[in-house]
């Protein structure tokens, strides 16, 4: 690639995830140029679509604020839109729970909100390049694409047509799946299931992954049969779905972050395993599987569906035809999942690097490099990320990851705000909490939909316990945040075992993740991002909480993930010199988290020094907040299965006192 003289150049990334979409335009310093996001409709909006607005709170006024993922209250502005029903025509919400445990979203509702974003920012480019060229600035050019997603939600369409062929995709919190599992599971011996899970890196029996949605989808839609038995079935994640839809080519592709997330691949091979296809019955000659590529390499020309055009202006559609007619055409040749991509984003680049996104869970990623660690302490093994043209050999291997996740975060801030009414704003949580020094006693457990790593209990259930007439609304707010605090400690105390495990067999990996790490030790430093990050009191309680070994480290890019699809796709030219933004790891940070000045002046600058959480808890005060934590676990647990209502006692009861 040759970049031409006089301009700035940008990547432009695109972010699908559960609940919006996003395209943002980078520049070298990693600052936002454009941005644009829709919200998504739901199948909630049908009743409120004649109130012309969306509500998901308890007030059902035409006023009442809409709330993010992570319980933020947000508003419509010009850069954030709010996808409402009526207004844009449509009767298919793009997200729907059409039965209990279903979550489905609108493939082609999605598409269409990416081309509209993506639009909206070339848009705010083109009204911006007339303001810098008057005044003497070279203008800004997107040169590049990267793409991330959710992982898991399962999309099958047809060859022939284009168009989804069961018309929604299965979104990966859906449980519909749950009862196949478990009987696939009851039939499968233990050390089947064992194997699978060390070829897989996941626990194929689960409701999350894409192996058993398909199969439900063989299973259950007489469509999806019809197209399977013909051959005119395709199969893909959202990466794959955007990535064939979005390039002249056609190109049906997954990267190894999201084929890791199908129950498909092995992970020594990085390809899919006719062993796993067998298991769940998936022919492989008659169903159109995405190849498996790295994230970070040419994928196809950037082009768009024309049947997209009905959501534009005649400026904007103008404005995209000559954006899609550019020579060179413009590459998408980033991908990664989105768990992998905030990982990346976070500049989480070397083995013993951990990061975590508090969202409405929260999701952590432990870096373990080339090494694929298969967990003995709950945590599941994923692919990380793999960037192949990067001229170091240890970064140009595919990068393996520990993987864990909390199903209660900001939905905790949620839960205080809606149900409890102990504050109006999520934001006030922080500040209530901290009005106290510690809970007084007081142990939340928030299993408000059962435990998830290290527990793996979906019977248990959340638990207040430690209450007295002392304990204020402080005292409540306070242990709802160290909750979620403590199963992030339990989550990387699960990973540093297994990398200490690991270490104790490969003196290698000891040694490079030692040396990788701040006080050379296996788990130094937490990188976050996300809703909750942004509060200081919240990153406080947590770097107390995992105590001094340990530093959080707030992300300097908001938008962690869309930042690391970025990355990828700038990565993703074979010649260093080509790429016109950074040419390696180190020049991202020296650029991002440096501005451009040697690390050490950096760190003396308040305006570009990264914000470091250090514990200042006594050894005492964690030890015995953790004594305390691991017995209300033990309360919070089995609390609905059968056993836990058959004591001898309640067998004997009748109603005489």
């Known amino acids: 690639m040759t970049v031409e003289n006089k ?71 010009q850069y954030l839109e709010i996808e409402d029903l009526d207004n844009e025509g449509r009767i298919d919400p793009t997200l729907r729970f059409p039965k209990p445990g279903w979550v489905e979203c609108n493939p082609l509702n999605i598409l269409a909100n990416v081309v509209q974003c993506f639009t909206a920012c070339l848009v705010s480019v083109a009204t911006v390049n007339k303001e810098r060229e008057e005044n003497g600035f070279d203008p800004y050019k997107v040169v590049c694409i990267g793409v991330a997603n959710m992982r898991e939600t399962t999309i099958v369409w047809s060859k022939k ?48 992954f894409s192996c058993s949605k398909l199969r439900w989808l063989l299973d259950n839609d007489e469509k999806v049969k019809e197209a399977y038995e013909s051959g005119d079935l395709m199969f893909g994640t959202v990466d794959s779905w955007l990535i064939y839809h979005l390039t002249k080519q056609k190109t049906h592709v997954t990267d190894v972050s999201n084929a890791s997330r199908t129950g ?101 990623l432990y870096n373990t490099g080339p090494k694929k660690l298969l967990s003995k302490h709950g945590a599941l093994t994923t692919l990380g990320y793999w960037f192949p043209h990067l001229d170091e050999k240890e970064h140009a291997e595919p990068h393996f990851a520990l993987e864990g996740s909390v199903a209660v975060a900001g939905s905790v801030v949620q839960w205080l705000r809606d149900n409890l009414r102990l504050v109006s ?57 160290e909750g979620v605090c403590f199963q992030a400690r339990a989550i990387l105390k699960a990973m540093s075992s297994d990398a200490r495990h690991e270490g104790k067999k490969d003196k290698h990996f000891k040694n490079e993740v030692k ?50 699809a970025a990355i990828a796709a700038a990565m993703a030219y074979e010649n260093p010199s080509d790429r016109p933004l950074w040419k390696n790891f180190k020049d991202i940070k020296e650029n991002v988290l440096y501005g451009g000045r040697p690390k050490e002046d950096a760190f003396k600058d308040p305006a570009t020094a990264q914000k470091i959480f250090l514990s200042n808890s006594t050894t005492e005060d964690r030890r015995q907040g953790w004594t305390r934590w691991e017995a209300a676990i033990q309360r919070a647990e089995g609390w609905m299965t059968d056993s836990t209502y058959k004591s001898e006692a309640t067998n004997d009861y009748d109603d005489s006192l």
Not at 12 to 25: K, P
Not at 30 to 47: F, M, N, R
Not at 297 to 311: A, L, M, Q, W
Not at 515 to 541: A, C, P
């Open 425 to 481: 704003r999520a934001e006030d949580v922080g500040p209530l909490a901290v009005r106290v020094p510690n809970t007084g006693g007081v142990v939340f457990v928030p299993a408000f939909s059962g435990l998830f790593a290290p527990y793996w209990d979906p019977s248990a259930r959340g638990t207040i316990l430690g209450l007295s007439q002392y304990t204020t609304a402080s005292h409540i707010a306070r242990a709802a945040l």
């Open 264 to 364: 498909f691949m092995n992970l020594s091979s990085l390809q899919y395993d006719d062993e796993l296809l067998e298991y769940w019955g998936v022919d492989k000659n008659k169903i159109i599987l995405p190849k498996i590529v790295s994230s970070s390499e040419y994928y196809g020309d950037f082009s768009v569906p024309t049947n997209t055009k009905s959501r534009l202006t005649a400026y904007a559609w103008d404005l995209l035809k000559e954006f899609v007619s550019r020579e060179p055409a413009v590459p998408i040749q980033g991908c990664l999942g989105d768990q992998s991509a905030s990982l990346v984003g976070q500049m989480a680049f070397k083995p013993g690097s951990a990061k975590c996104t508090y969202g409405t869970g929260c999701f952590m």
């Open 161 to 208: 047509t284009g168009l989804p062929v069961y018309k929604y995709g299965i979104v990966w919190n859906d449980v519909r799946t749950l009862d196949l599992v478990t009987e696939r599971k009851k039939n499968t011996p233990e050390e089947k299931q064992a194997y699978f899970r060390a070829k897989s890196g996941v626990p194929i029996f689960s409701t999350y």
């Open 515 to 564: 040396d990788n790490t701040y006080e050379q030790s296996i788990l130094s430093s937490l990188s976050v991002d996300g809703g909750m990050s942004k509060s200081d009191e919240v990153m406080q309680i947590q770097a107390n909480i995992l105590g001094p070994c340990v530093k959080v480290k707030r992300s300097k890019i908001a938008e962690s993930t869309a930042f690391g």
């Open 7 to 77: 301009i700035v150049p940008l990547v432009a990334s695109i972010d699908v995830g559960t609940t919006s979409t996003r395209v943002i335009l980078f520049n070298k310093k990693g600052l936002e140029i454009a941005k644009h996001q829709i919200e998504y409709s739901t199948s909630a909006s049908l009743d409120k679509a004649s109130e012309g607005r969306r509500n998901s709170n308890r007030d059902s006024s035409p006023d009442a604020p809409l709330f993010s993922a992570e319980g933020v209250a947000i508003e419509a502005n």
